[in-house]
């Protein structure tokens, strides 16, 4: 079993940043992959970026250039580095744990925290 803490929401103005930290406990063992969605009010959760257990990454396009994902492995911790943020940013913001080789429907999911992006 393994759990999820984010932090680092709150509400910014357009143009601002914004930094995501997510931080795994429990039984970590193995290679894993982390990664980052977002749900906004009357919308599906969408894939932001993920980071693999070799420190690849992936970017949804409307973040690339924008969104920066890291993690620190002796921390067991994955960061969403958020620039240039837009009212569209607002949503959300979910950590997803996943071990690898195991199916998606498996993996963790952080409570969310919220991120407002407005004027």
Do not use: H
């Not at 919308?43 to 409307?62: P, V, W």
Request: proline share 3%; glycine share 10%.
């Amino acid at each position: 079993q393994v759990q999820l803490v984010e932090s680092g929401g709150g509400l910014v103005q357009p143009g601002e940043s914004l930094r995501l930290s997510c931080a795994a406990s429990g039984s970590i063992s193995r290679s894993y992959s982390m990664g980052w969605y977002r749900q906004a009010p009357g919308k599906q959760r969408e894939f932001l970026a993920i980071i693999t257990s070799s420190g690849s990454t992936n970017y949804q396009d409307s973040v690339k250039g924008r969104f920066t994902i890291s993690r620190d492995n002796a921390k067991n911790t994955v960061y969403l580095q958020m620039n240039s943020l837009k009212p569209e940013d607002t949503a959300v913001y979910y950590c997803n744990f996943r071990f690898v080789g195991t199916p998606a429907a498996r993996s963790s999911w952080g409570q969310g925290t919220q991120v407002t992006v407005s004027s």
